[in-house]
């Protein structure tokens, strides 16, 4: 019991630790809103303490994901009409 109190405290810290991080780099400037800055900030913050040993995450690009269109088939009636 007592030790996800710990890992939960030293996941918290973590966390702050990469938001500082990230406020101290000037993300969170009123800069453009992209896919890419938006995961920049993310990594940025998941690095946390790693961020002030030399880390610098970045996202250069990215692309939504591929979703499979739907069939041009005729619907097929299972259910029989009364």
Known sequence: MRGSGIIGTIVL???I???VAT???GYFQGQET?????????VTVIA??????????RVKD????????P????PIDLVPSM
């Open 62 to 69: 990215c692309h939504p994901p591929r979703l499979p269109q």
């Open 48 to 57: 946390g303490p790693l961020n002030y040993g030399g880390v610098n995450p």
């Open 23 to 25: 406020w101290q780099r």
């Open 13 to 15: 810290v973590w966390l």
């Open 71 to 74: 069939s041009s088939m005729k």
């Open 17 to 19: 630790i990469g938001v």
């Open 34 to 42: 992209s896919c890419a800055s938006m995961g920049t900030i993310a």
